[in-house]
C-alpha cells in the first residue's frame, strides 16, 4: 500500500460539525486537526471553541446543528432551534 504524503480531510480530521440550514441546505464542517504528523493542532478544547464560533455565526439561519467525534463516531454536541 503506498503512503500519503497529504491528508483528506474528511477521512482524517477528528470532529464534524454538520449544519441544517433553514432554507434546506446542510452544510459540513471538519475540524482541522489530523491525524496525521503534518497536523500542528490536536487540541480538542480548541477544536471545539472552533466550533463554537461557527455555531455563533450560522445559529440564526440554522434549523439544527450536530457535532460528531469521528473517532468514537459518537454525537458531541446537539444544537435545535425552536
Known amino acids: 500500500m503506498a503512503i500519503r504524503k497529504k ?3 474528511p477521512m482524517d480530521s477528528y470532529s464534524k460539525m454538520i449544519i441544517w440550514l433553514n432554507n434546506g441546505n446542510i452544510t459540513t464542517f471538519y475540524s482541522l486537526d489530523w491525524k496525521s504528523s ?6 480538542r478544547a480548541t477544536r471545539l471553541q472552533r466550533f463554537k464560533n ?3 455565526q450560522y445559529i440564526p439561519k440554522a434549523r439544527e446543528i450536530k457535532i460528531y467525534d469521528l473517532v468514537s463516531e459518537r ?3 446537539h444544537y435545535e432551534s425552536d
Not at 38 to 43: A, E, I, Q, T, V
Open 7 to 9: 491528508w483528506a480531510v
Open 38 to 43: 503534518h497536523s500542528h493542532l490536536k487540541d
Open 54 to 56: 461557527k455555531i455563533a
Open 75 to 77: 454525537l458531541i454536541a
